[in-house]
């Protein structure tokens, strides 16, 4: 993810994983480098948590590997899913691959939040991209 997201000209790149060695906290980094122009951050934090300590409008997101194996709480990837909404920027994206983060229900009809952008130039059919209306 570091690879595209500096391909697509992110100026910082954050790592949220609460599996990360250290104690989580949402609030602190583990780590802080920038190498190559990229401003890369590593927080040892539940995805959720961390989410809900960011402003609104700020950044595109990537979620990878969340499924109901990993997450079996519905509820809490439906809360995900509104979190991450929440903070992406208008115009902006929330891709992944290989999740179960329920963002189809956001888009759709006249109060849609987000566009499904059907086809990718990437041949996986796990792949997913929705766009945050203006």
Do not use: W
Request: contains cysteine; glycine residues 8%.
């Amino acid at each position: 993810m570091r690879d595209l997201a500096k391909q697509c000209g992110a100026t910082t790149y954050v790592s949220v994983d609460r599996f990360h060695p250290g104690e989580p906290d949402p609030l602190r980094s583990l780590r802080e480098e920038t190498l190559d122009g990229l401003h890369e951050i590593e927080v040892c934090a539940d995805m959720l948590d961390f989410l809900t300590h960011i402003k609104d409008n700020i950044g595109n997101f990537a979620i990878n590997g969340i499924d109901e194996l990993v997450i079996p709480n519905q509820a809490y990837r439906q809360a995900l899913a509104q979190e991450l909404i929440r903070v992406t920027r208008k115009g902006g994206i929330i891709f992944g691959i290989n999740s179960d983060i329920p963002l189809n229900m956001f888009s759709g009809g006249e109060k849609a939040q987000l566009r499904f952008i059907p086809k990718m130039p990437i041949d996986n059919s796990d792949v997913f991209v929705f766009e945050k209306m203006e």
